[in-house]
């Protein structure tokens, strides 16, 4: 699309000077040359959102980083400068108008303000990348500023506060921020913008509207940044998890519950960073926490980083962590698991370029409790490490699936490691492809219970080995 646009502006200094012999060739080219680039430039935007429940983020083919293909306007509006106010409300009803729209530059400062966004966006992707149609929306290096202020929005693709570009900054303290429409979040960064938030609620109710978000970025804007204290939020539309990470996120001390989908979700080379946060997934078969590539050209990379310290995931039957279509590093560390009997999924499910790719998950548990099961399928691989006095009570590879990837025993390919403080007591079969000990004390299953291992390290037993619990060790 550049290299065409390009194309334009030299055709038309080679066409001026000849239209400055003919007064009427001269018009008649300018109106060839405006209709050859409305034609090149596509003259609007798409509007094709992904409605995969899972995913928070709309799917188009890539395209520009032009800012959308619309005006945005803004009830307040501001071109650079420094400006402070107080005790201020602005009520936005246009399409693609913003209650408050910062540029140039500008520092914006409001304490106190009421701000009120009516009137559907234009393009929910303008919305979502650029973010056209939002309550307060900062760009070209701005920073916004709200203290004590209430955002709400009752219309289509109305973010709630937007920081869009490089060096652009939106700061949340102290706020309560309520959406209703689709495509809606509490708060949203793309293209290098950052948002920090803190002791604020966010409240959605719209398909597509996580609390915390971001979305597209390119290399060379790099990834956008939200951060998060003392935040309480609650989602419960459609693919609304708490946090949507298409970027680097650091959480601490928030408390969200999802109602319509999962906990937080990790796309591409990206990452959330979780201190003493609670997350409760309400809806049944629904996961905590997944990691996946969606191939929707929003995220770049295929390594995602979950790391928890403290806190508690609580789901309702669905997998507490998942990952698909991607390479996942997953740490946790004295955090509380509840509400399923899978604590890592890793496999094929409905992303990739053939639907077939699985996932590679790298697993540590630090002082971590776990009772419940490591699943993977013929196209999933695990490397597991429980070091420091963790403990699991479940199954490793129960189902036990031809592996596609490594050919190895018959399941999927799992790797385990454990130091001499944890311990693992199998509940039913499992299968290990490499299990690491300093002492077989760490292993134990109950009677009629096997853990069948390809290559055992680290300790020598005589195969079949009977466990204190009855359960037997078999190593091929």
Not at 9 to 19: L, N
Not at 45 to 57: Q, R, V, W
Not at 149 to 174: H, I, M, P, Q, W
Request: hydrophobic fraction near 35%; charge should be negative.
């Amino acid at each position: 699309m550049s290299e065409l646009k390009e194309g334009a502006k030299s055709y038309g200094a080679i066409m001026e000077g000849v239209i400055l012999k003919n007064l009427v060739l001269r018009w008649a080219m300018v109106l060839l040359l405006a209709c050859g680039v409305c034609m090149w430039t596509g003259c609007g935007g798409s509007d094709d959102s992904d409605d995969t429940e899972e995913t928070d983020n709309s799917d188009d083919d890539g395209g520009d980083d032009d800012g959308g293909d619309v005006n945005k306007t803004g009830v307040y509006e501001q071109d650079g400068g420094t400006v402070t106010e107080d005790l201020k409300t602005y009520a936005a009803t246009g399409t693609d108008e913003s209650a408050v729209y910062v540029y140039g530059a500008g520092t914006y400062t409001l304490t106190n303000g009421t701000l009120t966004k009516t009137g559907d966006t234009s393009s929910a992707d303008d919305s979502n990348f650029y973010g056209n149609n939002a309550i307060v929306l900062a760009e070209d290096g701005s920073t916004i500023n709200i203290t004590d202020c209430t955002l709400t929005s009752d219309s289509e693709g109305s973010n709630g506060a937007f920081a869009y570009e490089k060096d652009t900054v939106v700061n949340v303290r102290n706020c309560t921020i309520s959406t209703t429409g689709n495509s809606a979040r509490g708060v949203d960064a793309t293209y290098g913008g950052t948002i920090n938030i803190w002791d604020s609620e966010i409240t959605t109710t719209g398909a597509h509207c996580s609390a915390l978000a971001t979305d597209r970025y390119d290399a060379a804007s790099g990834e956008p940044e939200v951060n998060a204290y003392n935040v309480i939020a609650e989602v419960s539309g459609d693919g609304s998890v708490g946090a949507y990470s298409t970027g680097t996120f650091y959480i601490e001390d928030c408390v969200f519950t999802s109602n319509g989908s999962g906990a937080a979700v990790i796309e591409g080379t990206n990452s959330i960073t979780l201190v003493n946060t609670d997350m409760t997934v309400t809806l049944a078969d629904k996961y905590g926490v997944m990691v996946y590539q969606s191939m929707s050209g929003d995220a770049l990379g295929n390594t995602g980083t979950f790391d928890m310290e403290g806190g508690s995931i609580t789901v309702n039957g669905g997998p507490i962590l998942l990952n698909t279509n991607d390479e996942a590093y997953f740490t946790l560390e004295d955090v509380v698991l509840s509400g399923s009997d899978v604590i890592l999924q890793t496999g094929k499910i409905n992303w990739g370029a053939t639907a077939t790719n699985g996932g590679v998950s790298h697993f540590t548990a630090i002082n971590q409790d776990m009772t419940g099961n490591f699943v993977v399928d013929g196209y999933g691989n695990i490397t597991a490490v429980f070091p420091n006095g963790s403990s699991l009570v479940g199954a490793i590879d129960p189902d036990n699936s031809t592996n596609q990837n490594t050919g190895s025993i018959e399941g999927g390919y799992v790797s385990l490691t454990m130091d001499a403080t944890s311990t693992w007591t199998a509940a039913a079969n499992s299968w290990v492809d490499e299990l690491t000990l300093s002492t077989i004390n760490s292993i134990d299953a109950s009677s009629g219970v096997t853990i069948t291992v390809d290559t055992l390290s680290g300790v020598s037993v005589t195969s079949p080995y009977t466990l204190p619990g009855g359960g037997t060790l078999v190593v091929n």
